[in-house]
Structure formats: C-alpha cells, structure tokens
C-alpha cells in the first residue's frame, strides 16, 4: 500500500522529541507536499506544518513547497482578519463597559508568547465569553452598530450557550457566549476564565487568557463534544502546543471534570464517556512530546497515525461527496468506539434508514480495510 509519508508528518508536528533540523530538511527532501495537500487541508493543519518547518530550517524542502505556502499564506490572512474582528468587537465592550473574557481561539492566539505555535490553527470566528447578565447588552450593542444574525434573522438556529452569532461587513461570525459548555453554568464559567488567568499582550493591547490548565480542558471539551470533528490534527493540536510548555497543569481538576460527566456530545445529548477523555488527552500529550505525566500512562491514544492513512486514501480517492463523508465519518467513529452515525434530527422513516445503511456499509468498508492492512 501506497500512502504520503503520514509518520514523519507525526514527527515534524510533535512539538518535543520530534525531528531535529538536520533529519527535518533530509527527510523531507523526499517527500511531495502534493501528495498531502487534501489531508493537510481536511485535518486543518497546513499552517501547523509550515510553521513546524520553518521552525526546523526545512520550509523549501519538500517538492511542492510552494503549494503548501500558499495553503498557510491563506490560512494566516483568514486569521488576521478574525484578530482584526476581535479587536473591533473588544474595543466595542470595553467602551460600553462589558467585561469580555478571551476564549477557545482567541484565547490561544492570544497566548503565543507564552505557547508558541498555540496560533497556529484557523481561526473562522470570533468567540468571547461575557457575564450571563451583560449578554443580552451586549449583543444589542452590536446589532445597533450594524452587526446581523450571520444565520439571518428568521433562523430557526439556537444553541443554549452563546447568542446568535453576529457579522458585519468583515464577515467574521462573532459568538457572545455566555458559558463554555451546556454542562457549566455561566457563573462557573466566567470563574475559570478568569480566576488565576494570566495576563498577555495582544494585538498592542493588555488581555487576561485562562491558565495552561483551563486552556487544555476547554480544547478537550470542544472536540469531544464535537463529535468526530475532534478526531482532527487541529483539534489535537491546539492541546498538545499548551501541553508542550506548561508543566504547571492541574491534572487534579481535569479528572475531577471527567469524572462529573461534563462534557456532553452536541450531537447524541449524551455524556461523553471517561475513557474516551482520557484516551484523547493522552493523544494531545504524545503530539506535545515531553515527559508523560502519570495520569495518562494508563490511557489508550486514539491511533492516528492509521487514521490517517485511512483519511488520507479517502481523500485521495475519487469518491462522491456523500460516500466521502460517510467514509471519513464512520472511520473515526469505529476507531473511537462510537456507535453508528445518529440519523438527522427531523429526517423521515426512509431517510434514517438510508443514512443508516450508508453508514453500516463504511463502517464495514473500514473494518475490511483494518483486516487487509
């Protein structure tokens, strides 16, 4: 079997122990980028790459270099114009009095003096966290400087822990929320945004981002309570580039969360199970390298190296659309032990049953695949 060099994209991406310049530029020499581009941009992790390989002094080595420059280029514009979003709205609050506090992206991309590489992921929105009494100002605010639904304004979309998402002429969504999970009330949520945050400059100006710790937690819960979304490079690594640096995390607290049942699938409206914590936390840590704390020497990773190959086949096949995501979806979903796809809420008799037959049979496809491999 013929795949692009999936175990020293791993390397090049583990942000301790991995590659040194020297086997970075050789290794890499024989590689084509063109062979990558479609996973790199599926997992979100064209950026991550360049900047990993700039950092080793390899950037111009692969063939095809140019493709994946221009991939990161795209991807650091897209940012800027988020942290220009960001600004804007912040400035916004802060002249009416709004206490804000950074979260999820924001709160990465402003900590990257502390967690280098903690920018490196896309960033396609901007979500900050107010008081559960300021939201509703705070959203009127907005609205009264030009913003709108981004869904429109007859939308049936609602979720509980932000208001709707909000966009002006910049077109980036803009989420106020008012807690970081359905599970945490908002009290409790400003609390760890904010208790023993530590203090940063960004964008020219003083902010406050959640500790190591609270930064690591929020990753994991957003990716598991995202389904298989969070089975992605990106989603690994905006853990894996706090846990790369920040020795002083709270393993303590994190185990108490997993153990409360905190983090609940979006999706099934159920808790996500301890082992499958677990096991992704451990999966962050190994991509972070370093020393592997106690707590996660029990776990099992998630294998991504293999899920990637897998990912990567599908991708680079001819495959429909439908077939794709049915494929990509029911991989992760078996490697991480969840059942089969859940029919769409409000889908008819015959719809469901289509979706799950489609889905049965791409599971199947990838257990036939696990046992030729």
């Known amino acids: 079997m013929t795949h692009p060099p999936i175990a020293l994209l791993l390397r090049t991406l583990r942000l301790q122990g991995g590659l040194t310049d020297r086997e970075a530029a050789a290794e890499w020499a024989r590689v084509d980028i063109h062979g990558l581009e479609r996973l ?44 220009e979003e960001a600004a804007a709205v912040l400035a916004l609050l802060g002249r009416a009095g709004i206490p804000v506090a950074l979260i999820k992206g924001q709160a990465r991309r402003a900590a990257a ?14 979500d900050l966290l107010v008081p559960d009494d300021a939201a509703d100002r705070g959203f009127e605010l907005l609205v009264a400087e030009g913003y709108e639904p981004s869904f429109g304004w007859a939308s049936p979309w609602k979720v509980e822990h932000h208001r ?20 945490v009330p908002p009290a409790e949520a400003w609390r760890r945004a904010t208790a023993l945050a530590d203090g940063v400059t960004w964008n020219g100006a003083p902010h406050r981002v959640p500790n190591a710790t609270e930064l690591v937690w ?29 020795p002083e995390i709270r393993w303590d607290t994190i185990r108490e969360r997993i153990d409360a049942g905190e983090v609940v699938d979006l999706r099934s409206r159920r808790r996500v199970p301890k082992a499958r914590l677990w096991s992704w ?26 899920h990637l190959v897998w990912r990567a086949a599908v991708l680079n096949r001819g495959f429909g659309e439908r077939v794709r995501e ?18 769409v809420a409000g889908s008819g008799p015959m719809q469901r049953l289509r979706r799950r037959g489609s889905s049965l049979a791409a599971r199947l496809l990838y ?7």
Not at 56 to 79: D, K, Q, V
Not at 113 to 126: I, K, L, S, T
Not at 281 to 306: K, S
Not at 326 to 333: I, K, N
């Open 326 to 343: 049915r494929l990509l979806e029911e991989g992760a979903r078996t490697e991480a032990r969840m059942s089969l796809s859940p029919a």
């Open 281 to 306: 936390l451990r999966t962050a840590q190994d991509l972070a390298g370093g020393p592997l704390p106690g707590i996660l020497a029990g776990a099992v990773p998630f294998p991504l190296e293999r």
């Open 164 to 183: 709707p998402a909000l966009w002006n002429h910049r077109r980036v969504a803009v989420e106020l929320h008012t807690t970081t999970g359905d599970t």
């Open 40 to 83: 790199l941009a599926f997992e979100g992790a064209a950026l991550w790459l360049y900047r990993r390989l700039q950092a080793l002094g390899a950037a111009s080595a692969p063939a095809g270099a140019e493709a994946l420059r221009a991939l990161a280029h795209g991807i650091a514009m897209a940012n800027m114009r988020a942290d």
């Open 367 to 373: 257990n036939g695949w696990l046992a030729w491999r």
């Open 218 to 246: 929020q990753a994991a819960a957003h990716a598991l309570g995202d389904g298989t979304k969070g089975y992605t490079l990106k989603a690994f690594l905006n853990a894996a580039a706090v846990l790369a640096r920040a």
């Open 113 to 126: 003096e502390r967690y280098p590489f903690a920018n490196a992921r896309a960033v396609a929105d901007v």
